[in-house]
């Protein structure tokens, strides 16, 4: 199995882990379509791409579901069909839920969870009459957990594997995969970009994020996993511990977190 003349579709594509992405899948043969709003850096990408020719770019907001249906079909009318759906585009928050406005959380639910689940209904005919498809959904750790600062992004994440690990039973006999990608603390501008509670940029780099691993040793060890077509898939640091402890001594966890710095 190789991503020699795959077609991958990415969002958040413009920067940190899906941009990363985009280099490695390029390296490996594959031929691209790059998502995200920001028409400029999305284009510095493809440029930066092994073959800059084998990747192309379709701009999109993922918190306007209406408009993907029409994305979708862009996407798939650019080389017939689409082999790997990366959904990576996504937003985080930092803010206490108490200080965290509705609009807020549901706008953290639309890009994260709405937004990633509009692109695959869009996407989904298609692998069925083909067959096959993989669909690379990019949760988190807090996809199985929870920690002080983020409930909303935890909860969208939690959502993803709902929603994915539902789906995943329903296409198997279509012979379309599906894996759930939970990073730890990857070193991107995520935090500067999350959410405050009033609706604002955080602005700031968490401890975290500025200790965390490289994108593109991320983006190096997710590829062979996504090949060996694991449903599940933790990359990350010692917090990726918190998985396990969640599953076997979650009140130890939830004791420890209270206690953590989560910035
Ligand atoms: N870094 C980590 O430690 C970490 C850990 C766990 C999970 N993750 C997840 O990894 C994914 C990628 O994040 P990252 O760390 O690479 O952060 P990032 O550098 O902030 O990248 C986020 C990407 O999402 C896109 N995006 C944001 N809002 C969007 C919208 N409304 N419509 C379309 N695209 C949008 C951004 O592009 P535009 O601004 O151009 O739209 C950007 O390309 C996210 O789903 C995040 O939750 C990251």
Not at 107 to 112: L, Q, T
Not at 163 to 175: A, G, I, K, P, T
Request: glycine fraction near 8%.
């Amino acid at each position: 199995m190789s991503f020699q003349n795959k077609i991958a579709w990415i969002t958040g594509a413009s920067s940190g882990i899906g941009e990363a992405l985009a280099y490695e899948l390029s390296n490996q043969g594959a031929k691209l379509i790059l998502s995200s709003r920001r028409k400029e850096a999305l284009t510095e990408v493809k440029n930066n791409c092994k073959n800059p020719s084998d990747a192309h770019i379709i701009t999109l907001d993922l918190s306007k579901t209406d408009q993907l249906e029409t994305k979708a079909k862009e996407a798939i009318n650019i080389f017939g069909h689409i082999d790997y759906l990366f959904n990576n585009g996504g937003i985080s928050q930092r803010s206490e839920a108490i200080d965290t406005k509705l609009e807020v959380i549901r706008r953290v639910m639309e890009i994260n969870f709405f937004g990633s689940v509009a692109l695959t209904k869009a996407v989904l005919p298609s692998m069925i009459e083909r067959q096959s498809g993989h669909i690379v959904v990019t949760s988190s750790v807090m996809g199985k957990f929870g920690t002080r600062l983020r409930s909303s992004y935890a909860a969208s994440k939690h959502a993803l594997h709902g929603y994915f690990d539902s789906l995943r039973q329903e296409v198997y006999e279509d012979n379309i995969k599906i894996s759930l990608v939970c990073p730890g603390f990857v070193k991107t501008d995520v935090t500067k970009n999350a959410l405050e509670g009033d609706g604002s940029k955080h602005n700031k780099m968490g401890r975290g994020q500025k200790n965390g691993i490289p994108a593109e040793e991320f983006a190096e060890k997710l590829i062979p996993k996504i090949l060996k077509e694991k449903e599940e898939i933790y990359i990350g640091g010692k917090e990726i511990w918190g998985v396990y402890l969640k599953r076997f001594f979650p009140r130890l966890l939830n004791k420890m977190l209270r206690n953590a710095e989560v910035t």
